[in-house]
């Protein structure tokens, strides 16, 4: 079924789907756990087995087919409190995504997060001049590690994003398959029972915690991506196959 893997064919060239919206990298053979393509719907692939609960999520044409519009203020996909979307349990997890924003100010891409709670574990935070962090929070609700990736994304213009984090190791960021330096943890890694949400930090109504802009072709894996995956994943193209 398409998605459940990036399909591995032969490294001599694409392997088509049946799908006309997107075509995967042929030389990824890494299976992600749960794959958005936003194409009108929140739905996971394989088989819904993360389904995604949006909140005043609109669309439009996106990267891939379309995209999920997020409006800055109330707009956000919950994932759901999976475990399988904590670092802490799978020993890795990597998060890659398209967006696109012209947003000037602090902002949350994707989190698992919620601050009424005090509970935090992971988040990619859009800074107001336009760059990426990557956070990994402790138990004590400070940062774990954080790095942030100096390349500008608020231009108007898609960019891939993959975040990844190894448990009490190091987090990396990747803007258009290209890497900000790793750094390494500091402290223990925190794990809580709460949602993963696209566009939003949990439990802030404030704007700095919603994301303005679109998203397309979200995909969570339980493993460290390696740069040829990240590098591919962001040659990625469209098919009519």
Known sequence: MFGQSLLSG???????????????PSTITTTSIATYQLNNATTSIPSNTYPGTPSNITYAAGKFGNAAVFNGSSSEISLGSSNSFSYTTTGALSINMWIKTTNTSTAYVVSKANDSSGQYEWAIEQLSNGTLSLHAYTNAGGFASTINNTAVINDGNWHNLVGVIVNNTSTTLYIDGIAATSTSFSGTAASYSIPTLIGHFGGIPAATAWFQGDVDQVRIFNTALPQSAITALYNETTTTA
């Open 10 to 24: 032969a490294f001599g060239g694409p392997t088509c789907t049946t799908d006309t919206d997107q075509l995967f």
